[in-house]
C-alpha cells in the first residue's frame, strides 16, 4: 500500500516561487527513484524531474535552471523558482520503478 501525498501547490505570479512536497509511505523510500510530472489543461503528463537514489538528478529542458528536485527519507521535493505562466499544471509526484497509481496532485497556478 504505497501512498504518494503532493503538497504545496497554489496561486502564485510570475516570477514568484513555490516549493512542492511528496509525502511517500508504504516503501522504503530511500532506495527509490523519484520523479515529477506534470499535467497543464488539455494535455497530458510531461516528465519535469527525476531523481536517483545515487543523487543523480535530471530535468525536462522547459525547467532547468528554475527547479531543483532534491529528497530526504520519506519525502520527495521540487523547488520552483522564475515560474512562468507555462508552468500552470497539476503536478504529481510517482517512483518510476514501480507500476503505481496517480495521487491526487497539487495545483500550481501562476498568473501574470
Known amino acids: 500500500q504505497v501512498q504518494l501525498v503532493e503538497s504545496g501547490g497554489g496561486l502564485v505570479q510570475a516570477g514568484g516561487s513555490l516549493r512542492l512536497s511528496c509525502l511517500v509511505s508504504?516503501?522504503?523510500?530511500?532506495?527509490?527513484?523519484v520523479a515529477w510530472y506534470r499535467q497543464a489543461p488539455g494535455k497530458g503528463r510531461e516528465l519535469v524531474a527525476t531523481?536517483?537514489?545515487?543523487?543523480g538528478k535530471s530535468y525536462a529542458d522547459s525547467v532547468k535552471g528554475r527547479f531543483t528536485i532534491s529528497r530526504d527519507n520519506t519525502r520527495g521535493y521540487l523547488q520552483m523558482n522564475s515560474l512562468k505562466p507555462e508552468d500552470t499544471a497539476v503536478y504529481y509526484c510517482?517512483?518510476?520503478?514501480?507500476?503505481?497509481?496517480w495521487g491526487r496532485g497539487t495545483p500550481v497556478t501562476v498568473s501574470s
Open positions: 508504504g516503501i522504503n523510500f530511500a532506495l527509490e527513484t
Open positions: 510517482n517512483l518510476p520503478s514501480r507500476a503505481l497509481s
Open positions: 531523481i536517483l537514489r545515487n543523487g
